[in-house]
DNA sequence: AGTCAATGTAAACAATGACAACATTTATGT
DNA sequence: ACATAAATGTTGTCATTGTTTACATTGACT
């Protein structure tokens, strides 16, 4: 039935209507269940439409988790912006930061990191963001080091030993396997405090005393 | 034609050779290849075979996953028996165990933890073989606690913050996501005693000097 | 008008998960 | 022994899915 109305045999964007509509399904029915012929459809158009804009379902799932890690780029360069002159407040909201969005959007979380993708030939505009994300905790961390706030380690380790820590509680949560202890909001931010806590107190230079 | 050899009709032990066959084709395939047709052909039996071993792929699935914590779950159990009076000894081992099994067996962390199975609706044995082996993680840090390692917090909130760390820096070179930092087996050794260092420097009692 | 690339559609195909009906083996009760 | 039931494996089949191929529509540029 070819009997679309003159204006609408062109979509205007289907490729970032795809991207929506299968963000939704991947909320609604999760990974597994997640078929690029549903999502044509919820986009309201043909099955094979979205061949056009990606090579196959790999590719819209990649572009997905690409979205994510922009998220998660564009928050930690808005922790930097929000306290340019306090890297401790850069790195506490940055850590609360990647677990609220790891809560929120747990599927995508688990896209971007849960191994779904494939470990390599991913698309270079998803490494490109991924390492965006990764550059703007560094940043956080590089600030806080020539501010002279943490242990004479290189950069490179402290953050991945921060990132490593949050990234951890951000996947355990998304995943639900803190859900005895973990149930709203409040415990997520609570959560949160405690290892940014813990992490810093490990982590910082020893001639500085409690923070704050 | 049914007309199999007698001895070979029944297969022995089919359940356990299906997850055998599942767990080598997640390697080979990755998750989302991952076929259960494909799974009983590898186990030499016809492709409805699973079924009366497991209610449909989900099951296999979590019968994989259930694998791979009952392994996580022995492996802190080991640590504690190595070191019975010993809990920082303990500690540090159950992290660099921690993240060696993630290594080692990728494609099976990323199932427990990568939210490939939802997140609720799991089958009993596996949320008993996953308790398990956080419980193992529990005894560890409480062992050090009434050894008065440990800051006076609570024992869930140290063995959440404990877990977290190890936990991140396992998804995140299980994932790949270190590649560029984390390229081999010193490597992720290396990374694992920096991190619990620092984790440790962080939850210490402060009344204690530097370890060893 | 004519051409052409970009975009969407339609038809076809192989692979997959799942189910129902059937066959075979093993265990059990008499 | 023998019947009967339960467990296990097989076969045939169906709807759904990912993907490819050929075709149709649109708008921009000449």
């Known amino acids: 039935m070819p009997k679309k109305s003159k204006d609408s045999y062109h979509h205007g964007d289907l490729r970032q209507a795809l991207i929506d509509a299968a963000i939704v399904l991947l909320r609604e029915r999760g990974i ?22 990606f090579n196959d379902k790999h590719a819209l799932l990649c572009a997905i988790a690409a979205v994510g ?31 609220r969005l790891a809560v929120q959007y747990p599927d995508i979380t688990h896209l971007m990191f849960g191994g779904a993708l494939g470990y390599e030939n991913l698309p270079a505009d998803l ?10 905790l560094l940043q956080i961390i590089d600030n806080g080091k020539q501010a002279g706030l943490y242990q004479d380690e290189d950069t490179m380790s402290l953050a991945l030993v921060v990132w490593s820590s949050v990234h951890g509680l951000s996947m355990l949560i998304s995943a639900g396997k803190l859900q005895d202890h973990v149930k709203n909001q409040d415990d997520v931010d609570c959560m949160a405090e405690l290892v940014t806590r813990f992490l810093l107190s490990g982590i910082k230079s020893d001639k500085l005393g409690a923070p704050e």
Chains 1, 2 share one sequence.
Do not use: W
């Not at 597994?32 to 804009?53: C, F």
């Not at 890690?69 to 940055?94: E, H, T, V, Y």
């Not at 490494?127 to 703007?136: K, N, P, Q, T």
């Open 32 to 53: 597994n269940d997640l078929s690029l012929r549903e999502v044509a459809k919820r986009a309201g158009v043909s099955h094979t439409a979205p061949y056009r804009h």
């Open 69 to 99: 890690f922009k998220r998660l780029a564009d928050a930690m360069q808005q922790c930097i912006a929000q306290d340019p002159q306090n890297p401790l407040k850069q790195l506490q909201a940055s850590g609360l930061a990647y677990v």
């Open 127 to 136: 490494i490109e963001v991924s390492d965006a994300a990764f550059g703007g």
